[in-house]
C-alpha cells in the first residue's frame, strides 16, 4: 500500500512538472511572436506614417507657393491682376486649406503632423523593446526551471520537453548598422 502512494505521488511530482515545463516552454514560443508581430507592426506603421507625412509635407509645401507667388502677384500687378490674386488667395484660406495668423502667415500643420510621427515611433519602439524584454525573461525563467529539480530529471525523461531558443540580442555588425540608422524624409 505504501508503494502505492509512493507511484501515485511520484506520478503526480512528474505531471505537475511536465505541465509546468510544457506551459513555460509555450510563453517562451508566444513571447518570441510576439517580437514578430512588433517588427511587423512597425514596418507597417512607419511605412504608413512616413508616407502620410511625405504627402502632407508636398502638400504644405505647394499651398505655401501659392500663397507666396498670389501674394507677390497681388503686391506688385496693376489693379486687376492684384483682384485676380487677392480672390485666389481669398479661396485658399476659405478653403480650409491653411489658417491665416494675425500676422497674415499661414499656420501650416505639417508641425503636429510630425509631432504625431515622433509620438507613434517612440510608442512602436517602447512595444517592440517591450516585446523583447519580455521574450528574454520568459526564456530566463523557462531555462532556470528546466535546470532546477526535479525538473531536470523531468527534461531527461522527455527531452521533446526542451527547446533551443536564444536570448534577444544583437550581432556586432547589426548594432553598428543600427546605431547609423535614420528616418529620412527624402
Sequence with gaps: MTGLIITIALLGLIFYYYNRIISMREAVIS??????????????????????????????????????????????????????????????????????????????KSDTIM?????????TENKLSFA?????RTLEQYRAFIASIPAVFIVKIFPSLVIDKEYWRLDEGTIKAEEARRINFD
Excluded: M, W
Design 115 to 123: 509631432a504625431n510621427l515622433q509620438e507613434e515611433i517612440v510608442s
Design 31 to 108: 513571447s518570441e511572436t510576439e517580437i514578430s508581430v512588433q517588427l511587423d507592426r512597425r514596418g507597417k506603421v512607419f511605412d504608413s506614417l512616413l508616407a502620410t507625412v511625405k504627402k502632407y509635407l508636398s502638400h504644405e509645401s505647394e499651398v505655401f507657393t501659392k500663397i507666396t507667388e498670389l501674394r507677390t502677384q497681388a503686391q506688385s500687378a496693376n489693379t486687376k491682376e492684384a483682384k485676380a490674386a487677392e480672390d485666389e488667395l481669398s479661396k485658399i484660406v476659405s478653403s480650409g486649406a491653411i489658417n491665416v495668423a494675425v500676422e497674415n502667415y499661414p499656420e501650416l
Design 132 to 136: 523583447k524584454r519580455g521574450y528574454n
